[in-house]
């Protein structure tokens, strides 16, 4: 490599990065531009700036930016896990995107690093979304062997049990959790958001609820007065997901271990 072709991109990656790990993004961006439109870029470092433009344009929301970049960083990086996964996080979350195309991304990252508990749960929520349920959540119970108190892979984990009309699976493997880190706020949040999932679907089905097409209200949980009322849909029953005061999740947990 010339010093002179160091000499032209090398100021503009470092202040890419550096104003990326700051959160200005759009002067990153345009950094990145200069960047990759100097001749002769090392391969190396033209992944690594797509890779950092693909990244910024998803948590942005621009999703077709975000997979042309990534998907020029896996043409030059074709064996990086993160970059597939990338990518298919790129088509799951875009409201325009494809399930298939993402599931495929997935599978890619799965094939590269099979031992990535974040990989697999996402990969099973794709297949789950295309109807392969059996598969995508024999996906979903790999990712929690490998990350049985991971808070973000638990979470899709959950996702896909729900999507996949098996929420008390989803309760199980969060009940788990609360054994293996019964600190940890974030897994306390999770369960009892899915414990409040599942007890309404299960008062939903109840004949009596059915009967009195009235709310049904749970025990121990806050009622939002600002939600208004939805007879027979449970509306102004609301799950307090900020932090409560320890008696009142521990009077909860305590409900939940008898039901």
Do not use: C
Not at 39 to 45: A, F, I, K, Y
Not at 80 to 106: K, W
């Amino acid at each position: 490599m010339s010093r002179m072709l160091l000499f032209t991109y090398a100021p503009a990656w470092a202040a890419a990065r550096e104003l990326a790990a700051a959160g200005r993004r759009s002067e990153a961006l345009a950094k990145l531009a200069t960047v990759l439109s100097s001749t002769g870029l090392p391969d190396d470092v033209a992944a690594a700036a797509n890779r950092l433009a693909g990244e910024l344009h998803l948590t942005a929301g621009r999703f077709a930016n975000a997979r042309r970049h990534l998907l020029a960083a896996a043409k030059l990086d074709p064996q990086n896990a993160e970059l597939h996964h990338l990518i298919g996080v790129a088509f799951q979350d875009d409201p325009y995107g494809s399930d298939a195309r993402a599931a495929r991304r997935f599978k890619l990252a799965v094939e590269l690093a099979p031992d990535n508990a974040a990989f697999r749960a996402a990969f099973g929520l794709a297949l789950v979304r295309l109807n392969r349920v059996r598969a995508g959540l024999k996906h979903a119970d790999a990712a929690v062997a490998l990350a049985p108190s991971d808070v973000a892979v638990l979470s899709v984990v959950v996702q896909a049990f729900r999507e996949a009309d098996r929420p008390e699976r989803g309760l199980k493997v969060i009940s788990q959790a609360m054994f293996l880190a019964p600190s940890d706020a974030g897994v306390r949040q999770l369960w009892s958001r899915v414990r409040f999932d599942v007890t309404q679907a299960e008062q939903a089905k109840s004949p009596k609820a059915k009967w009195l097409g009235k709310p049904t209200f749970l025990p121990f949980l806050r009622v939002n007065p600002s939600t208004p009322a939805t007879p027979g849909e449970g509306g102004i029953v609301r799950h307090d997901l900020g932090v409560r005061p320890a008696p009142h999740f521990n009077r909860l947990r305590a409900y939940g271990d008898r039901a």
